[in-house]
């Protein structure tokens, strides 16, 4: 299996709710990066982290929240995916449409840094935040 499928499956797997799946993908180091601007920026160490500070309030915070790629480029260790957020914000009670960027590291088949790219002017827009 290579990288890009790696990341395809997480896609997949996050898009049925199955959170175990994913975390279970991440090397017990990860360092996950929301963008600065957005709700959740910030640098999260370790899955539990990830766990708390993103999934969670994705999942409590929000209505139908996707993450659905468009594209995913394989670069071996680097993969880079591109796509759609949706979803709707409850605390607004407004949805979004936002394009994004993300960048995926793997080592030895194990995720072990995210970095996420997205315009969070057009989210906070969309949210009337």
């Given amino acids: 299996m ?3 499928d790696i990341i395809r499956g ?3 797997a ?3 709710g199955d959170v175990p799946t994913v975390l279970g993908a ?3 180091s990860i360092e996950w990066t929301e963008a600065a601007g957005f709700m959740y920026g910030g640098t999260y160490t370790g899955p539990n982290s990830v766990l708390e500070n993103v999934f969670m309030k994705l999942g409590t915070e929000w ?3 996707s993450a659905v790629p ?3 480029i ?3 260790d680097e993969v880079v995916a591109t796509g759609t957020y949706s979803g709707k914000y409850l605390a607004t009670g407004n949805s979004m449409e936002a394009p994004f960027a993300h960048e995926w590291t793997l080592r ?3 995720i072990v840094k995210f970095r996420q790219h997205t315009d969070t002017k057009v989210i906070a827009d969309s949210l009337g935040l």
Wanted: proline share 0%; glycine share 24%; aromatic share 16%.
């Fill in 74 to 76: 394989d670069g071996g």
């Fill in 26 to 28: 991440f090397d017990e």
């Fill in 63 to 65: 209505e139908g929240f």
């Fill in 70 to 72: 468009g594209k995913i």
């Fill in 2 to 4: 290579s990288n890009g």
């Fill in 108 to 110: 030895d088949g194990k």
């Fill in 14 to 16: 996050f898009a049925k």
């Fill in 10 to 12: 997480l896609y997949e």
